[in-house]
């Protein structure tokens, strides 16, 4: 796929100077608007565009790496590699697999962050070999969330090119563990325990692709696996025992009459569940996966306690229904996702510079909530927000992924997320 580099970046040019026109009312605006007018930032913008070939060919490099759940490794290695070639600062991978690095600054006032997550929710042996139709990507991770890697070093080369130097710090991030299991464990590292974690004052996730859509508040989750456990036998020969399943179905069974709050949204599954032995047989042994989620650390709080007393009920209901003459049924809980909920406020500095750098470009910003990286940084308080990387896709999480790489709608919301990046790191 070959692009008209001189084309795309006298429309992004024009887009600019056509969304510079406002006068801003607000410091954040204002702060936005100083931006895109300035020479260097016109430059930047002008390289995205410019060189959007490279990126469309790092989201292919960097697709075609598996990196399933805990397995990130490779991907990892090669965008540290690509981080060095870029130039960074102080590149490593941190020892929870996060790939770090530093565009120095002007050192002043705290660390800004974006990032972007290695992770794909895809087993081993997956086939991640990229298909092409036209502008269209298609593989499995490409949109969620290889492209936004891949726009992460586009923003290094085009800071480079316009020589921008911000007040500023900032760090670079290619972050494992956000997907299901991985549970945020490279963002929990990188605020609890990494070095950087006492200067960060901002946070960018960029992950999908709408540039509109500002997700400032993040959707907590806890997870369990509850086993039921009892004593088992043969299903005609030992009828009238005690039976672990039974204690489950009521547990589902009751959960689900449970009414919970549209706002904040609140909502409950049980997800998967196995065990047993054989169809002429009492199971010693069943499990079901529970998943509770909402935008309110107190609403999944009380949710969750609620489960664990269904869960209760339902087995002391089961013992007090059958035989418990070679045992009792029982109930252990394992956690198998915890996530905290979170919010960065609507006024707060970074949501309104966030918007007004949609704005800038044309495009109608929402607000909305999800479960993201910046679940973390927003837990504790830290200003942050999920952005999109530009263009559009399609069916994340799924075989049939798609991206759509038209460089025009492309660079326009790549060039978003700059904006708001500098924004936030002030430019010198």
């Not at 005690?242 to 009414?259: C, E, R």
Request: hydrophobic content about 40%; aromatic content about 6%.
């Amino acid at each position: 796929m070959r692009l008209k580099a001189p084309i795309l970046a006298s429309a992004c040019l024009a887009l600019a100077a056509a969304a510079s026109q406002a006068a801003p009312a607000d410091p954040q605006a204002k702060a936005v608007a100083g931006i895109t007018q300035s020479k260097a930032f016109k430059t930047a913008a002008a390289t995205l565009a410019a060189q959007h070939d490279r990126t469309v060919a790092d989201i292919v490099a960097l697709t075609e790496i598996p990196s399933p759940p805990f397995k990130e490794k490779a991907r990892a290695e090669a965008y540290a590699k690509k981080f060095r070639e870029l130039g960074l600062s102080d590149v490593e991978i941190d020892p929870e697999g996060n790939v770090l690095g530093l565009r120095k600054g002007g050192g002043q006032g705290p660390l800004v962050v974006i990032a972007a997550h290695l992770d794909t929710v895809f087993p081993e042996g997956t086939d991640v070999s990229v298909k092409r139709e036209g502008t269209r990507l298609m593989a499995p991770g490409v949109g969620d969330d290889t492209r936004s890697l891949a726009v992460l070093l586009a923003y290094v080369r085009a800071l480079d090119a316009a020589k921008i130097k911000t007040k500023s710090d900032i760090l670079f991030v290619g972050d494992v563990g956000e997907e299901g299991p991985g549970d945020l464990r490279g963002m929990r590292y990188l605020f609890t325990k990494g070095k950087y974690k006492d200067r960060i004052g901002a946070f960018f996730s960029m992950d999908g692709s709408d540039a509109s859509r500002v997700v400032s508040g993040g959707v907590g989750s806890k997870r369990y696996r509850v086993t039921f456990k009892g004593p088992g036998g043969h299903s005609y020969g030992a009828f009238g025992l005690v039976n672990p399943m039974a204690a489950m179905a009521h547990a589902i069974d009751q959960l689900y009459t449970v009414k919970t709050p549209a706002s904040p949204k609140t909502t409950y599954s049980a997800s998967v569940t196995g065990g047993g032995t054989s169809v002429n047989s009492i199971p010693s042994e069943v499990w079901t996966d529970f998943d509770m989620r909402s935008e309110d650390a107190g609403e999944l709080a009380k949710l969750e306690t609620r489960f664990r007393a269904i869960v209760e009920e339902s087995v002391t209901g089961e013992n007090a229904a059958r035989s418990t003459r070679f045992g009792p049924v029982s109930a252990t809980y394992t956690l198998i996702g915890d996530r905290p909920a979170g919010h960065t406020p609507k006024d707060a500095a970074i949501v309104r510079t966030t918007m007004a750098a949609v704005a800038s470009q044309g495009l109608t910003p929402t607000l909305e909530t999800s479960s993201t990286d910046s679940n973390i940084p927003m837990s504790l308080g830290i200003p942050a927000v999920t952005i999109g990387s530009g263009g559009s896709g399609g069916r994340a999480h799924a075989l049939d992924e798609w991206i759509d790489v038209e460089p025009a709608a492309s660079v326009r919301g790549m060039t978003v997320g700059l904006t708001a990046l500098l924004a936030v790191a002030g430019v010198q």
